[in-house]
């Protein structure tokens, strides 16, 4: 079936450092891919999203690219900050929505 | 993108007993989702609730824990009976955010139960 694996966390990082959370993915078919963040005691909100191979998802200077040939699809940022400190998601969906185990990232200043 | 609307947003219960989770959608839509997220960890799909028809539950989940109500397009009910401290975890509605089968998931704040 259709499956999400993420990179164990936490990751904790400085502020301007350089992130990335790897995520592969398992699946039939051509799903789409996203990322979520999920804020301290808020629900998760939609971060970015490629709905086929070589798509680049882009959203507050996060990036993710989906990756056929290495079903990846890993988030980058080039310059983390103390406001993104949260948990990400990666999750896929064909009929039904799958979601990795989540990667808590936190920044210090 | 729809708004979701969750009550309670939080609640302490104690165990033996019931709670009703509301969900309001500013939109009509056709299946409302609800997950359930324990502490730590992923989110996990306890059923699909389509209006008109009964709900579909994922394997593991069971009616008579998790009754769900689904009276018109923009509403939808979780209750959570018989409650035990392993109940402890946040709730959450969520609905697509556009027709197809593989739109993302748009999701409500979420209700943090507490099960003492």
């Known amino acids: 079936g259709n499956s999400v694996t993420q990179m164990e966390g936490p990751v904790t990082l400085s502020e301007e450092a350089f992130l990335t959370i790897n995520c592969t993915y398992t699946?039939?078919?051509?799903?789409?891919l996203f990322w979520y963040v999920q804020y301290p005691g808020e629900g998760l909100q939609l971060l970015l999203k490629?709905?086929?191979?070589?798509d680049k998802g882009s959203n507050k200077g996060f990036e993710a690219t989906y990756r056929k040939e290495t079903t990846s699809f890993h988030l980058e940022k080039g310059s983390v900050q103390v406001s993104d400190s949260a948990v990400y998601f990666c999750?896929?969906?064909?009929?039904?929505?799958?979601f990795g185990a989540g990667t808590r990232l936190t920044v210090k200043p | 993108s729809a708004v979701i609307s969750q009550k309670p947003s939080r609640d302490i219960c104690q165990r033996g007993t019931s709670l009703t989770i509301q969900c309001q959608v500013d939109?009509?839509?056709?299946?409302m989702f609800w997950y359930r997220q324990q502490p730590g960890q992923s989110l996990t799909l306890i059923a699909t609730?389509?209006?008109?028809?009964?709900?579909?539950?994922e394997s593991g989940f069971v009616i008579d824990k998790f009754p769900i109500s689904r009276p018109n397009l923009t509403f939808s009910t979780l209750t959570v009976s018989n409650m035990s401290p392993e109940d402890s975890s946040i709730y959450l509605c969520?609905?697509?955010?556009?027709?197809?089968?593989?739109?993302?998931?748009?999701f409500g704040n979420g209700t943090r139960l507490t099960v003492t």
């Open positions: 699946a039939t078919g051509y799903p789409s």
């Open positions: 609730a389509n209006q008109g028809s009964e709900a579909t539950y």
């Open positions: 490629a709905t086929k191979a070589d």
């Open positions: 999750a896929l969906s064909a009929n039904d929505m799958r």
């Open positions: 939109s009509q839509v056709t299946m």
């Open positions: 969520s609905v697509r955010d556009g027709a197809a089968s593989n739109s993302p998931l748009h």
